[in-house]
């Protein structure tokens, strides 16, 4: 008997006419999956792909100058509801869906869309794995990780759906081979947890250095995530919890 085809996880970048749906539209879908192999390692599989979509909108200046899609590239492309469910929902072998920031996605990839998928978010998941980086965006971590087999090429233009998707592939394959999927998920349903004050007379500093006076200013920022991190922080040093790079029997849940 053949063997079953591989599990993957689905990486998905959009570009849009803005941050804010429904108010704005997606004008372009990039995939690419990470597949589990059958020894034991997750990998990149197949060539990914990309589409225009039609927005229903016209597309801003601010916006064409990130992507460079034009109202004319789009005029003749597929309605989002028309193209997006067989692009975000491979079934059976989708485990879950990725993107980096996922939220913003997942505001567009509506459950209905995605027949409820779980997302793992690389950022979230690049706080804790890779707390070292000197920032977190996609590009940055590209460069300071130099990931094994990214084809600098293959994932550029940045800013386009599927250059940017390839690099956020290469990402989670490596955090995937470092912690389960369960566990990623998981992170990525919180907040994130920063390893470093990002703004304010602390800034750069880790959390673990910070006054008892200043880390409890952070506990009411309006900011979740550093709220999340300063309460984690607080909890580490009354006796729970960590900040920084996961131990390794929280990397096996």
């Not at 995939?31 to 020894?39: C, T």
Request: net charge negative; charged share 25%.
């Amino acid at each position: 008997m053949p063997s079953p085809p591989p599990q993957i996880v689905r990486v998905i970048d959009l570009e849009t006419t803005g941050n804010a749906p429904p108010a704005h539209g997606v004008v372009e879908i990039g995939w690419q999956d990470v597949a589990l192999k059958a020894d034991g390692r997750w990998e990149l599989e197949g060539q990914g792909g990309h589409r225009l979509v039609n927005p229903g909108r016209a597309i801003p200046p601010v916006t064409m100058a990130v992507h460079h899609i034009r109202d004319e590239d789009v005029a003749d492309a597929p309605w989002w509801h028309d193209c997006a469910r067989p692009i975000l929902d491979p079934w059976p072998r989708r485990v879950a869906l990725a993107a980096h920031r996922a939220s913003f996605e997942q505001g567009f990839c509506t459950s209905a869309l995605t027949r409820d998928a779980d997302w793992i978010c690389t950022w979230k998941c690049a706080l804790r794995l890779w707390p070292d980086s000197p920032a977190f965006s996609n590009q940055i971590l590209r460069y300071w990780r130099n990931p094994v087999g990214l084809d600098h090429e293959r994932g550029l233009p940045a800013h386009r759906a599927f250059p940017d998707a390839y690099v956020t592939a290469h990402h989670l394959r490596d955090m995937l081979n470092e912690a389960s999927v369960a566990q990623l998920v998981e992170w990525s349903r919180g907040p994130g947890l920063l390893p470093r004050v990002r703004y304010g007379p602390d800034r750069g500093k880790e959390w673990g250095e910070l006054s008892y006076d200043s880390l409890m200013s952070y506990l009411s920022d309006r900011d979740p995530d550093v709220r999340f991190t300063a309460q984690t922080e607080f909890d580490r040093r009354s006796g729970g919890g960590t900040v920084g790079k996961a131990s390794a029997q929280e990397l096996l849940l």
